[in-house]
């Protein structure tokens, strides 16, 4: 009732890996099972064991093997062919290793167009065990932080590149992306201050950098590079635009190719797209979290300072400042009002 795939009539069994039958066989520590022709042949259909689930077939009540699996799913939803095969490294030998054999040796066409292997996530260093103790779940993080920061946390990584989780990883992502939601939010502003004329040399600079993305992507798929580039935008736009400062009709323009640009390039990674008023408060009450600080004793702060800066009390002002300075508030004075956030 058990059914064998015969690795030897293969010839190209190992080409993903780049491991030949013969090493495989020398390194192997395969229980000999007498009855495989050869101890690196693998089940494609096992006997159903007492109580276990199963399904009829020519050989008897049974269940298919793990590696049949996904190569059923893949046959029955994309065909013959399929473009994109992705997976942990650690899955390369034997398990897409034997799914390349089989869904060859079946249809005699090339199974994957490409294999995307990510590499391991550690935690503070270590990789995740129960005697560890140090398992994390997806559920326990998203009760905690928007799922945008773990998406921000992985991109910014390249998938082949080992990513250490750890608070000091998260505490990173939380800037970035405040970063870029600040410019987002300046954008806004500035490009509703009047009507836009577009500046040439701006959409010059936004072709290039779109060019340098595109040349990440296919590079590899390095989603990190990618963000590099958005991160050095972000600097160029925030060098030439000020919070509250004059605004005129090419400033305007600038604001809104940026902040269309930024929209659309984050839509591919799925980043960007949340308000960028409301975002940026919910990550900075996080950061003020961190630091064991309150929204309302910030601002209460602030609020005092402003006063001080009314009545002309010019030093009590400054020692507020330096006062939310230490406690790493930035605080800016524009002509239409004081506007503070975490420092980033």
């Known amino acids: 009732g058990e059914v064998f ?13 780049g491991r030949k039958t013969e090493d495989l066989m020398a390194g192997a520590r395969v229980e000999v099972d007498a009855k495989k022709r050869d101890p690196m042949d693998f089940t494609l259909w096992k006997p ?17 093997g793990w590696h049949i699996e996904c190569s059923a799913m893949n046959y029955a939803l994309f065909g013959e062919q399929i473009d994109i095969h992705g997976g942990g490294l650690d899955l390369i030998f034997p398990h897409h290793e034997n799914e390349i054999a089989q869904s060859e040796g079946a249809c005699g066409k090339a199974f994957a167009k490409y294999w995307i292997h990510n590499n391991m996530i550690t935690f503070d260093g270590q990789k995740m065990s129960k005697s560890v103790g140090n398992i994390r779940t997806m559920r326990s993080f998203l009760e905690k932080y928007p799922a945008e920061i773990f998406k921000f946390m992985i991109l910014s990584c390249h998938y082949r590149s080992v990513l250490d989780f750890s608070d000091q990883t998260i505490e990173q992502s939380i800037s970035g992306l405040a970063r870029f939601y600040s410019a987002l939010l300046l954008a806004e502003e500035v490009a509703n201050t009047t009507m836009p004329v577009e500046d040439e040399a701006f959409e010059k600079y936004l072709g290039e950098v779109d060019a340098k993305m595109t040349k990440s992507y296919d590079e590899d798929f390095n989603t990190a590079e990618s963000i590099a580039h958005l991160f050095e935008l972000v600097r160029t736009f925030n060098g030439k635009t000020r ?12 604001a809104q190719s940026f902040y269309g ?34 929204r309302s004793e910030i601002q209460s702060k602030v609020d005092e300072r402003i006063k001080a800066r009314t009545e002309k009390n010019f030093p009590e002002s400054d020692r507020l400042r330096n006062e939310l300075t230490a406690l790493g508030i930035s605080v800016q004075d524009t002509p239409t009002g004081c506007f503070w956030e975490v420092q980033k």
């Open 48 to 64: 159903a064991k007492p109580g276990e689930e199963y399904w009829e077939s020519p050989w008897g009540k049974g269940r298919p």
């Open 261 to 294: 640009f930024m929209r659309s390039k984050g839509e591919l990674m799925a980043l960007f797209q949340q308000p960028s008023a409301q975002f940026l408060i919910l990550l900075d009450d996080m950061l003020l979290d961190q630091k064991g600080l309150k």
């Open 5 to 17: 795939f015969s690795v030897s009539s293969f010839p190209s069994y190992g080409k993903l890996s």
């Open 243 to 254: 919070r509250g400062g004059k605004v005129d009709a090419k400033t305007a323009g600038r």
